[in-house]
T-cell receptor, first 114, second 110 residues
Framework: DAGVIQSPRHEVTEMGQEVTLRCKPI?????LFWYRQTMMRGLELLIY????????DSGMPEDRFSAKMPNASFSTLKIQPSEPRDSAVYFC????????????FGPGTRLLVL | DAKTTQPPSMDCAEGRAANLPCNHS???????VYWYRQIHSQGPQYIIH???NNETNEMASLIITEDRKSSTLILPHATLRDTAVYYC???????????FGGGTRLMVKP
């Protein structure tokens, strides 16, 4: 298994531009999580899905952020418009279900908003 | 999820055992103790978890006190590749929401 796949690995954009981050979870995993990591705030859960349905989006910072999961093998996290304070590493993770022992994390997308 | 407290940093000599402590005094009876680590620029990686009993796997050992208010992750023979941030998390299950704290930055030195 290739593990959780994220793209792009690095993204540099200018303030005001739209940014789309992509994630392919491990096949068969029913849960998908989006995290953001910064030096100031550490690793924060933004949103998670169960069977493609958003369950908890209380960590999404504001309306500029949106996440979708159109099918079991693909999810996007979109920032529109982007701001310099959105610069961070964004991780996607997946798990088999709530009783499983672990989440599997992707390599992350390093986003820099100028 | 119960809050956990870890020292911000620790050093360990290569080849020696690394003992990473974690306090979770408010842990509830159905919460497990999970340990993850994050090597620089990579996503977090699961290490081990336990409820009451001590646990061991190919990566580490987990010692949980009898009152479950604290635990220790043990890397028996630390290598330079074990240099990472180690997170202790108390949660009902790791397949669901996880709350990461500041973790302990372990530096293994030659």
């Amino acid at each position: 298994d290739a593990g959780v796949i994220q793209s792009p690995r690095h993204e540099v954009t200018e303030m005001g531009q739209e940014v789309t981050l992509r994630c392919k979870p491990i096949s068969g995993h029913d849960y998908l999580f989006w995290y953001r990591q910064t030096m100031m705030r550490g690793l924060e859960l933004l949103i998670y899905f169960n069977n493609n349905v958003p369950i908890d989006d209380s960590g999404m910072p504001e309306d500029r952020f949106s996440a979708k999961m159109p099918n079991a093998s693909f999810s996007t996290l979109k920032i529109q418009p982007s701001e310099p304070r959105d610069s961070a590493v964004y991780f996607c993770a997946s798990s088999l279900g709530p009783a499983q022992e672990t989440q599997y994390f992707g390599p992350g997308t390093r986003l820099l908003v100028l | 999820d119960a809050k956990t407290t870890q020292p911000p940093s620790m050093d360990c000599a290569e080849g020696r055992a690394a003992n990473l402590p974690c306090n979770h005094s408010t842990i509830s009876g159905n919460e497990y103790v999970y340990w993850y680590r994050q090597i620089h620029s990579q996503g977090p990686q699961y290490i081990i978890h336990g409820l009451k009993n001590n646990e061991t796997n190919e990566m580490a050992s987990l010692i949980i006190t009898e009152d479950r208010k604290s635990s220790t992750l043990i890397l028996p023979h630390a290598t330079l590749r074990d240099t990472a941030v180690y997170y202790c998390i108390a949660a009902i299950n790791a397949g669901n929401m996880l709350t990461f704290g500041g973790g302990t930055r372990l530096m293994v030195k030659p």
